[in-house]
């Protein structure tokens, strides 16, 4: 009876830049997408994996730097096995395929093997994967329907790894490069394939009926809507039918949602307390989107507060499509800031803009709490 055990990831996109990262955390969050490489050699030899697949999109794109190319084939020379590398829809086969430059070229270890042509490569004896890779960014048609043509059940444990949205995720009922789950589950049941592997969604999700079609996610988060991303899965299945999945995690950076409501100071420590509480910092990412009213001192005090995120968090800004927040603004805290003149007839002024609606407003009311933090009323 043929039996494998292999470590399924996708979406490295190494290479990726976030938009919200200062130069310095992206280079961290750079250096940690090489960081998961290693983590993975760590778990394919702790289970003792045949092989490793990447489901597509191992690169950015095309146009990728040599220093990325060299530093991602150091660290798969040290795998303890055979890995597989599928061009997907980021890093198609075409003729800027990354795949031929000669950075890449000249530092591909031996044992890593891309998958250019369809259908079955021999991992071993009785164990083929299918693969179905991308030749161009614009595919017409089902890959893995392509890869699956022509094969039958002989007793030979295959593995059909492929990039891309299956038909029941697709929001596009048009998309011509859609995978159809049906035709992979019947495969399934004929045992004609064992396990389906895909890449392209950057979250783990199991998908049908049979447990057998993944997608692993991406090693590292790449945006705020994922659900399971930062996991890699060791997989282990035979011809006789039998089939385990495992998740493990590998990631070391977060992206946190903050979407809460702040009235009062008991409100702003809580908030506070729950940024101080997000570890490592400097492997986090946070979206903040607050709602409520709040008096100048309050609105002072959040500002310190977001100011001190700023320089912890490896990124932090506002979600400004969900923030909602109002400063009521009396004259007993004008008063309470303590200044005089040319100070306090500014003072006035930005207060009855703050009154108003619109950006004018907005940026009055920002101008007033950071001169009530200046004037030693905001939080030290």
Same mark, same amino acid.
């Given at each position: 009876?043929?039996?494998?055990?292999?470590?399924?990831?996708?979406? #490295?996109?190494?290479?990726?830049?976030?938009?919200?990262?200062?130069?310095?955390?992206?280079?961290?969050?750079? &250096?940690?997408? $090489?960081?998961?490489?290693?983590?993975?050699?760590?778990?394919?030899?702790?289970?003792? +994996?045949?092989?490793?697949?990447?489901?597509?999109?191992?690169?950015?794109?095309?146009? $990728?730097?040599?220093?990325?190319?060299?530093?991602?084939?150091?660290?798969?020379?040290?795998?303890? +096995?055979?890995?597989?590398?599928?061009?997907?829809?980021?890093?198609?086969?075409?003729?800027?395929?990354?795949?031929?430059?000669?950075?890449?070229?000249?530092?591909?270890?031996?044992?890593?093997?891309?998958?250019?042509?369809?259908?079955?490569?021999?991992?071993?004896?009785?164990?083929?994967?299918?693969?179905?890779?991308? &030749?161009?960014?614009?595919?017409?048609?089902?890959?893995?329907?392509?890869?699956?043509?022509?094969?039958?059940?002989?007793?030979?444990?295959?593995?059909?790894?492929?990039?891309?949205?299956?038909?029941?995720?697709?929001?596009?009922?048009?998309?011509?490069?859609?995978?159809?789950?049906?035709?992979?589950?019947?495969?399934?049941?004929?045992? $004609?394939?064992?396990?389906?592997?895909?890449?392209?969604?950057?979250?783990?999700?199991?998908?049908?009926?049979?447990?057998?079609?993944?997608?692993?996610?991406?090693?590292?988060?790449?945006?705020?809507?994922?659900?399971?991303?930062?996991?890699?899965? $060791?997989?282990?299945?035979?011809?006789?039918?039998?089939?385990?999945?495992?998740?493990?995690?590998?990631?070391? #950076?977060?992206?946190?949602?903050?979407?809460?409501?702040?009235?009062?100071? &008991?409100?702003?420590?809580?908030?506070?307390?729950?940024?101080?509480?997000?570890?490592?910092?400097?492997?986090?990412?946070?979206?903040?989107?607050?709602?409520?009213?709040?008096?100048?001192?309050?609105?002072?005090?959040?500002?310190?507060?977001?100011?001190?995120?700023?320089?912890?968090?490896?990124?932090?800004?506002? #979600?400004?499509?969900?923030?909602?927040?109002?400063?009521?603004?009396?004259?007993?805290?004008?008063?309470?800031?303590?200044?005089?003149?040319?100070?306090?007839?500014?003072?006035?002024?930005?207060?009855?803009?703050?009154?108003?609606?619109?950006?004018?407003?907005?940026?009055?009311?920002?101008?007033?709490?950071?001169?009530?933090?200046?004037?030693?009323?905001?939080?030290?």
């Amino acid at each position: 009876m043929a039996s494998v055990r292999f470590l399924q990831t996708s979406d #490295w996109q190494l290479g990726m830049t976030r938009h919200f990262l200062r130069p310095e955390a992206q280079a961290r969050y750079t &250096a940690a997408r $090489i960081d998961a490489i290693h983590a993975m050699a760590g778990l394919a030899g702790k289970h003792a +994996c045949d092989f490793v697949v990447v489901a597509g999109d191992v690169f950015e794109s095309n146009l $990728i730097a040599s220093q990325t190319i060299r530093r991602a084939m150091q660290a798969l020379a040290e795998m303890p +096995c055979p890995v597989y590398l599928l061009p997907g829809n980021h890093d198609p086969l075409d003729a800027a395929s990354v795949y031929d430059t000669d950075t890449f070229t000249a530092c591909c270890p031996e044992n890593v093997v891309v998958l250019r042509q369809p259908g079955p490569y021999v991992v071993s004896a009785g164990v083929e994967i299918l693969a179905a890779p991308w &030749a161009t960014k614009n595919v017409l048609g089902d890959l893995a329907a392509r890869a699956l043509s022509g094969c039958e059940a002989d007793g030979t444990v295959r593995l059909l790894l492929a990039h891309g949205i299956v038909d029941v995720l697709s929001p596009d009922p048009n998309d011509v490069s859609m995978l159809h789950l049906e035709a992979m589950e019947q495969a399934l049941g004929k045992r $004609i394939i064992h396990h389906v592997a895909l890449g392209d969604r950057h979250s783990r999700l199991s998908v049908g009926v049979s447990g057998r079609v993944w997608y692993s996610g991406s090693p590292e988060v790449t945006s705020f809507v994922e659900d399971a991303p930062g996991e890699v899965l $060791i997989v282990e299945m035979d011809s006789a039918g039998g089939h385990t999945v495992q998740s493990e995690q590998v990631g070391t #950076w977060s992206f946190v949602d903050l979407r809460r409501h702040v009235d009062t100071s &008991a409100d702003l420590e809580a908030l506070q307390h729950e940024l101080a509480g997000l570890r490592p910092a400097d492997r986090t990412v946070v979206r903040t989107a607050l709602t409520g009213t709040l008096r100048l001192a309050d609105k002072a005090r959040l500002e310190q507060i977001l100011a001190e995120a700023d320089d912890l968090f490896a990124g932090r800004f506002t #979600w400004d499509r969900h923030e909602d927040l109002a400063v009521i603004i009396d004259e007993a805290e004008l008063g309470d800031l303590g200044v005089g003149g040319f100070a306090s007839q500014a003072a006035q002024e930005l207060a009855e803009l703050a009154a108003g609606s619109g950006e004018q407003a907005v940026c009055a009311r920002d101008a007033l709490s950071l001169l009530y933090r200046l004037a030693g009323g905001g939080v030290r």
